[in-house]
């Protein structure tokens, strides 16, 4: 059983930082990424290797991913209110072998976190 458990969202000021969490239980996966809504944030491979980012969150949100725990990050910095929105992390299908922008390829999803930025 494959599940996914966010944690980490709140409320904060413009230029504060958040560090979001998603728990991946059941097994590994190739690929892992974050969304807010269904517009992709960032993505990495299961060793961390391969990220991707949106331009829009490039140079201020680093994904990253601890192998013993199975755990997802996105260290969220310098946030703008442009960035509030519900935060889902997501694994990639078995099938596909690396990470991708496209909400259709990721299986698994976690149930959200709102992350709100005030000016």
């Known amino acids: 059983q494959v599940q996914l458990v966010e944690s980490g969202g709140g409320s904060v000021q413009a230029g504060d930082s958040l560090r979001l969490s998603c728990a991946v239980s059941g097994r590994s996966f190739n690929a892992y990424a974050w969304f807010r809504q269904r517009e992709f944030v960032a993505s990495t491979s299961w060793g961390g290797a391969s990220t991707d980012y949106a331009d829009s969150v490039k140079g201020r949100f680093t994904i990253s991913r601890d192998n013993a725990s199975n755990t997802l990050y996105l260290q969220m910095n310098s946030l703008k209110p442009e960035d509030t929105a519900v935060y889902y992390c997501?694994?990639?299908?078995?099938?596909?072998?690396?990470?991708?922008?496209?909400?259709?390829?990721?299986?698994?999803w976690g149930q959200g976190t709102q992350v709100t930025v005030s000016s």
């Open positions: 997501a694994v990639v299908r078995s099938a596909l072998a690396y990470p991708s922008r496209r909400p259709d390829d990721y299986a698994y």
